[in-house]
Every structure is written in structure tokens, then in C-alpha cells.
């Protein structure tokens, strides 16, 4: 763990972040098989799920790990220095069961009684949930197509965030005049999966396009809003959009650390030259990079703390949810302004495969293209720093 690392609350979270670390040297053996398949195996998945790695969030009344925002931090980060596709599909994972724990039915606790559930999802409301009653039972009937479906292959219960309409199409509003937007969970049966994922990092996420067409999804099994949830909890009460944006910023660190990890073993390996470790010319960058690390890291752990500090205590400022989503950003940024220069640094060796350091950069350039951290959420945060008005609701 790398030494300026969050401090855990007790025994076993700092157990978590230890079977994360030791996790590491799997996933660094299986990251080629993991990038040409283009998904997770589903033994390493359902592996990473009886960590605990996939339900880190929730409370462990609901069988969840009750891990604190910086444990979580803490566990992705600690997993992407492994491999940035794993990391990923966990912290992916965590926020979907994180979801679905806010949810007050027996349905939805039935879902969450296995704690290695496999869950995945995407939020944006890119399906139309039209209500419907089947076997006398409400609900929705559902059809919709959703992109960046992260490890939703493996998973058993998959949700796909909708805007609500009648029977005619008309959009329903909810009580501030805006379309409602819930998240139904879907079973895996009516899912099905359309191989959009080619692309040139994160390959092993399979976060392809998955859809579903006029399925009925109970009521008792449909997401509100995530700050609506069943019991008043700190971690509830932490903003749920940042448990995203964090879940990013860690892969990127982690990624970042990684990288830096890959470049010292290289820099010292001479194989009959001089080793780049004794040039003048990687000194410098050397050290930039892991400032570059440190800093983005500093500021993300201040807000982290910060933030959680509030949660505890009662509702979380605007303020608070604005340096996060800061703190996220610019940490994301950082990262990958640390792998360019240890990339640059490895020189013609960076571009062959059989050097990690080429898919840390190609993995980190794709975690920089997330809405959740895309540099939009700096004109976000300079409004609010000026004090302009800001629509905060994804905050």
C-alpha cells in the first residue's frame, strides 16, 4: 500500500485493503488474457466478488462490506495497480449494489443476500419505463439500449436508469416539474448484449452495449433516487454521484501507481545498456511524475475526509460535494499527466505489449473520457466557487 495511504477505521477494512494487495499479483498475471478477451473471465470476477470487492458500500446488515468511502478508495485503487479492467468492474459493481441497498423491499433484500452477488448497471436514463401491471403485480415495462455496460457479462442483476412516460409517450414528471428518472434492475435473462466494446483501453471491462426490449421489471425492484435511501446512514448520506466519481479517480491513481511501479523495475534493468535509471534525462520527469501522483492524491484525500466528516455528523454542504467532484477530477487529470511522462520516459520500449506500460496509458486515457469526471466538472465547480447559479443535482 503506498505509504501516504488513507487510514482505515478498524480491523476489517484495513483487512480489505490488505486482500485487495494481495490480489495484485493475479491480476497483473491475468491482465493480457483479461485485455484479449475483452471482458473478465467470470472465475475472476466471481473471485473479486467473494473478496468483497463488489459490494463494498452497503451495510453489512444488507451483507455489504460497510467499507468507508476511503476504504473503498483505498481497495480500487489498491486492485488497478494490478489492472486497471478488474479495478474497474468493481467499483462499477459496488456502486450498482450500493443502489440497489437503498431500496426498502423484500425484493430488492432477497437480491442482496448472496455477498458475492455479481451486480452492474449504468445510470444514465437512456431506456423508457412505461407503467404496467402483470399478474397483478405493478411495475414497469421497459425497453432500452445503454452503453458503457462495465462487467454487466457477469453479472446476475443488471440496472438501466429510464425516464418515465405513459402509455402514449408523454414523459411523467416528478414533484419538481422534471422528467422522473428511476433505475430498474433487470435480470440477466432479459438482457441481451450487442459487441460495441472494441476500443483502446479498458479493454477487459466489456463495458459493451447491453439492451433490453419491453420487459416487465416489478416495482419492488426499481432504483428512486439515490439520495432518497431506506435508513440514515452516513454512507448514504455521502453523496452517491461522488462514490462514482471516486471510483474513477482511483482507478486512475491506482493505475498511475502502477505505472510509476512498472517504470522503476524497467529504469533498473540494464539488459547490456545503460540502465534508464542512471540518465540525467529520467530524473527530472521521474520526479515530476510522482508529484504529479502525490498531488492529485493529497487533495482527493482531503475532500474525501472532509466529506465523510459531514456524512457522519448529518447532511453533506454543497461545498463539501464541490470539492469532491473537484478533488475527483483533478485527480483523474493528474494521473494521467503522470503516466504520459513515464510513458515518454520508457521511450521506444513504452509501444511493444509485452511492457505493461503501454495498457496503464491506454487504460487511463479512457478513464479521463468519463462524464463523471470530465472537465466539464470544472466549470461546475468554478460556478459554485463564484457563487453562480448551478444546476447541483448530480452533484
Not at 103 to 132: K, Q
Not at 333 to 356: I, K, M, Q, T
Request: hydrophobic fraction near 40%; include cysteine.
Amino acid at each position: 500500500m503506498p505509504a501516504d495511504a488513507f487510514q482505515t477505521t478498524s480491523t476489517r477494512e484495513d483487512d480489505l485493503v490488505a486482500r485487495a494487495a494481495r490480489r495484485i499479483p493475479l491480476l497483473k498475471e491475468r491482465a493480457e488474457e483479461v485485455e484479449k478477451t475483452r471482458a473478465l473471465p467470470q472465475d475472476l470476477a466471481e473471485t473479486l466478488a467473494r473478496d468483497g470487492f463488489y459490494t463494498l458500500c452497503h451495510p453489512v446488515s444488507q451483507n455489504g462490506q460497510g467499507a468507508t468511502p476511503a476504504t473503498y478508495f483505498n481497495c480500487i485503487e489498491t486492485l488497478a495497480r494490478g489492472d486497471a479492467s478488474p479495478a474497474w468492474c468493481a467499483f462499477i459493481a459496488t456502486t450498482a449494489s450500493y443502489g440497489m441497498s437503498t431500496v426498502e423491499t423484500e425484493a430488492m433484500a432477497r437480491l442482496l443476500e448472496r455477498p458475492d452477488i455479481i451486480t452492474a448497471g449504468v445510470f444514465a436514463p437512456m431506456g423508457r419505463a412505461v407503467p404496467a401491471t402483470e399478474n397483478g403485480e405493478a411495475g414497469y415495462r421497459v425497453t432500452g439500449r445503454w452503453a458503457w455496460g462495465s462487467s454487466s457479462q457477469n453479472a446476475s442483476w443488471i440496472m438501466g436508469g429510464c425516464l418515465v412516460a405513459d402509455e402514449t409517450g408523454a414523459p411523467v414528471l416528478n414533484d419538481k416539474g422534471k422528467p422522473r428518472h428511476i433505475s430498474p434492475v433487470y435480470s440477466a435473462s432479459d438482457v441481451s448484449f450487442i459487441d460495441t466494446w472494441t476500443v483502446s483501453g479498458l479493454q477487459g471491462t466489456g463495458s459493451t452495449d447491453f439492451a433490453v426490449d419491453n420487459a416487465f421489471v416489478p416495482a419492488d425492484r426499481v432504483i428512486g433516487n439515490f439520495d432518497t435511501a431506506r435508513d440514515d446512514l452516513a454512507i448514504y448520506r455521502f453523496p452517491g454521484f461522488s462514490l462514482l466519481a471516486l471510483g474513477i479517480a482511483a482507478v486512475a491513481l491506482g493505475t498511475a501507481r502502477g505505472a510509476m511501479e512498472d517504470f522503476l523495475e524497467l529504469a533498473h534493468a540494464g539488459d547490456g545498456k545503460s540502465p534508464l535509471a542512471t540518465k540525467a534525462s529520467s530524473h527530472r520527469d521521474a520526479a515530476v511524475a510522482e508529484a504529479a501522483i502525490r498531488q492529485g492524491r493529497a487533495f482527493l484525500v482531503e475532500a474525501v475526509e472532509a466529506c465523510w466528516a459531514e456524512a457522519e455528523a448529518g447532511p453533506v454542504s454543497i461545498e463539501r460535494r464541490r470539492d469532491l467532484r473537484l478533488a475527483c477530477t483533478a485527480a483523474v487529470r493528474s494521473a494521467a499527466g503522470a503516466v504520459d511522462d513515464l510513458y515518454e520516459l520508457c521511450g521506444g520500449a513504452s509501444v511493444y505489449r509485452r511492457l505493461p506500460i503501454q495498457r496503464r496509458f491506454r487504460d487511463v486515457h479512457v478513464a479521463t473520457q468519463h462524464i463523471m469526471v470530465r472537465k466539464g466538472i470544472y466549470d461546475l465547480a468554478g460556478r459554485l466557487l463564484l457563487d453562480q447559479p448551478t444546476d447541483v443535482s448530480m452533484l
